[in-house]
């Protein structure tokens, strides 16, 4: 099937630092992909949208600011975390629909970010 | 706007025992259904996906139904394992290729 690769698994860093998570489809295009946030004991929660080409679309309560979206090619999107801060820690996962259509989604193995 | 609902919260089984997990849905307008298992700390493994047009998906131990005029599906697992023991998620997929997920059933099966 196919597969949907993120980077880097974990990641710890320090309060107000910048972290980025490349999520890239490994055997298809995918002109959209989703990212999603999973805090302790909870469901995953979508974010945004990212689109290729254009600008990210954003879930309400989400800062666009400070989860900075791109999408540069049809195979790889960026979730930049700015100026993180202890409660930007959380599981972070991204999916993508196969470009060429079909009706299911694929996962990547998500990132779990720790903000000290 | 679709809501996806999971009951029980958490589910504790001893080794053996046959068990049901429940999802419900506001919207019937799905494409399709998923159920997801995920251990903690850890990402999402795909157990079944049931199409819209579909009522049921088996795999080994597991089936999942779906009755989408109801907006409701159910995760049968036989046989339960210690293995088994991870929090269980259900997704629907929507319009504009969005998934929307349950809060999850945690489940422990003791030895």
């Known amino acids: 099937g196919a597969v949907v690769s993120q980077h880097p698994s974990r990641v710890i860093c320090k309060s107000g630092t910048s972290v980025k998570i490349e999520c890239r489809s490994l055997?298809?295009?995918?002109?959209?992909m989703f990212w999603y946030r999973q805090f302790p004991k909870q469901s995953l929660m979508l974010m945004a949208t990212?689109?290729?080409?254009?600008?990210?679309?954003?879930e309400q309560g989400v800062e666009k600011d400070k989860f900075l979206i791109n999408h540069a090619s049809l195979t790889l999107s960026t979730l930049t975390v700015t100026s993180a801060h202890p409660e930007d820690s959380s599981f972070y996962i991204c999916?993508?629909?196969?470009?060429?259509?079909?009706?299911?989604?694929?996962f990547g193995p998500g990132t779990r970010l720790t903000v000290l | 706007k679709q809501e996806v609902t999971q009951i029980p919260a958490a589910l504790s089984v001893p080794e053996g025992e046959n068990l049901v997990l429940n999802c419900s849905f506001t919207?019937?307008?799905?494409?399709?259904l998923q159920w997801f298992r995920q251990d903690p700390g850890k990402g999402l493994t795909s157990l079944l996906l049931?199409?819209?047009?579909?009522r049921e998906q088996t795999s080994g131990r597991l089936n999942a139904s779906l009755d989408k005029s109801s907006g409701r599906s159910t995760l049968y697992i036989a046989a339960s394992q210690p293995g088994d023991s991870a929090t269980y998620l259900c997704?629907?997929?929507?319009?504009?290729?969005?998934?929307?997920f349950g809060a999850g059933t945690r489940l422990f099966v003791k030895a």
């Open positions: 999916s993508a629909p196969p470009t060429r259509g079909g009706d299911t989604q694929y």
């Open positions: 055997d298809f295009q995918a002109t959209t």
């Open positions: 990212s689109n290729e080409g254009s600008k990210a679309t954003y």
């Open positions: 919207d019937s307008a799905i494409y399709n």
């Open positions: 049931i199409q819209s047009s579909q």
């Open positions: 997704a629907v997929y929507t319009g504009g290729f969005k998934t929307i």
